[in-house]
């Protein structure tokens, strides 16, 4: 029986593990990873920045939100493949604190990690 198809998350996490050392021309996720850690930094603040103001519009434009979450997702998950985290280590994480209540975990990492 052949394995189920990966999820579109683990397919971009992949393609941008494989950005980091074949940079075809036309990447942009090959030029993030070129320009540094400030400009992926900047990138995700950026796109943070943009969801909020989405979302925070009177009438948010549910297509505008959309957009703006997938570029968040998009260029964290480039900032974290930069830093060698693993998507699935960010998923087992997930997995982890399903169906903890997020104020015990806070609790449970104490106050100087809060």
Request: proline share 5%; glycine share 6%.
């Amino acid at each position: 029986m052949s394995a189920p198809p990966a999820s579109i998350l683990q397919q971009l996490a992949e393609v941008i593990e494989q950005r980091k050392t074949v940079s075809p021309a036309g990447s942009y996720t090959a030029e993030l990873f070129a320009e540094g850690h400030a400009v992926m930094s900047s990138k995700v603040i950026e796109e943070a920045y943009e969801l909020v103001t989405a979302c925070g519009e009177e009438t948010p434009n549910y297509p505008d939100v959309v957009h703006e979450a997938a570029d968040v997702i998009y260029h964290l998950m480039v900032l974290l493949a930069a830093n060698d985290v693993a998507w699935r280590d960010v998923e087992r994480e997930l997995t982890r604190r399903f169906g903890t209540s997020g104020l015990v975990e806070k609790a449970r990492r104490g106050p100087e990690e809060a």
